[in-house]
């Protein structure tokens, strides 16, 4: 199994930048940049090529609405270049809070447009004339819809990789289908490995018997806190605040996708709680119903026979990527622990 880790956008970017050597030597794999309404991901992708030499490189994500197809392959491309073929493009539609919030753009049939997306993308990193006839993207732009003056170009530079690898973040299960179908990684959120083959297994099914071989077998990427010791357990408490943001506050009522998630998974009375709670501006209170077994199973924070036993249920249950988020309060014990998890992993 490959290591990732999980690079937060609020604070200390350089600072854990200056890490990734350590991390690097310590077997860490990929490193994932999450771009939210933060400063952009693509800026701080290539400040970590430059910073890095063996470690892959990805956006964890780039939301599909702020960026044109074309110039998704082109950031791509660039990143792909500069890194010496080490970038992976993480690709997601986040949610109409932020995207119409925070950009102004509709959001509108994000799992018919992630499509358009990579096949655009595609078409760009083959060195083909643009052009596209979708639902949404229409390359060059008609007569009508623009000036009628768009040519169908082809990107001037020749890229390092004809395909650069795609991974999209889903967990609806149209969305994962499409993950499955057409992409060679899939990011799920909160994944808990004993119920991932009751909420996505039919639709990873659907997505695989129309998966082109050339793609390989499906890249699953869970993502899990890490921490590993005899008196750790009590650190599973510091996801509480972010799960009860994500069950609670990431969307509208009937509208938040990780609360119809959590719901999936079992918790429907704790979920319509914990939601009820966050926006009546209880934070407290909600992050105190996030049920214990769910911060347990969906984390790797524990003894060390609990964290082993932990990779092996994702193991078995497809994971081939774990993306960890260290908990430690000094570099080296971070360090430590991302070759203790490689270890574990094996």
């Given at each position: ?12 970017f ?41 470690l ?21 491309a ?6 010496d ?23 509108t049939?994000p ?65 994962v289908a ?7 990684g ?71 996708f ?19 709670l ?47 988020t260290?908990?430690?309060?000094t ?7 991302i ?6 992993a094996?």
């Amino acid at each position: 199994m490959r290591i990732g880790m999980a690079l937060g956008y609020s604070k200390g970017f350089k600072e854990t930048v200056a890490e990734l050597a350590d991390h690097e030597r310590a077997g860490l794999d990929i490193v994932f940049v999450a771009e939210a309404y933060s400063f952009d991901a693509v800026s701080q992708m290539g400040y970590i090529a430059a910073k890095t030499e063996r470690l892959l490189i990805a956006s964890g994500i780039l939301p599909i609405y702020t960026r044109t197809p074309a110039l998704l392959a082109m950031t791509a491309a660039g990143l792909d270049s500069v890194s010496d073929g080490r970038f992976v493009l993480g690709i997601g539609t986040s949610g109409p809070q932020v995207i119409e919030g925070f950009h102004g753009v509709p959001y509108t049939a994000p799992i018919a447009r992630t499509r358009e997306v990579i096949e655009i993308c595609r078409k760009v990193w083959r060195r083909e004339r643009l052009e596209y006839d979708g639902r949404y993207y229409t390359l060059p732009l008609p007569e009508g819809m623009g000036t009628g003056l768009g040519k169908p170009l082809k990107l001037i530079n020749h890229p390092l990789r004809a395909r650069i690898p795609i991974v999209v973040a889903a967990i609806g299960p149209k969305n994962v289908a499409m993950a499955a179908e057409l992409a060679e990684g899939w990011e799920p959120i909160f994944y808990l490995p004993e119920k991932a083959a009751d909420v996505w297994g039919a639709s990873l099914a659907e997505g695989a018997a129309r998966r082109d071989p050339e793609l390989g077998t499906l890249d699953v990427v869970a993502q899990a806190p890490l921490a590993i010791g005899e008196d750790v357990t009590g650190l599973r408490d510091l996801v509480r605040p972010t799960l009860a943001l994500y069950i609670g506050g990431m969307g509208a009522r009937g509208r938040n996708f990780y609360n119809d998630l959590a719901r999936r998974y079992g918790y429907e009375r704790e979920a319509e709680r914990i939601q009820d709670l966050y926006l009546e501006g209880k934070k407290d209170e909600a992050a105190a119903l996030v049920p214990d077994d769910l911060l347990e199973r969906i984390s790797l924070i524990g003894p060390e026979g609990f964290v082993r036993d932990r990779i092996a249920a994702m193991r078995e249950s497809g994971v081939t990527t774990i993306n960890v988020t260290p908990i430690a309060d000094t570099r080296a014990e971070r360090v430590k622990l991302i070759e203790r998890v490689k270890e574990l992993a094996g």
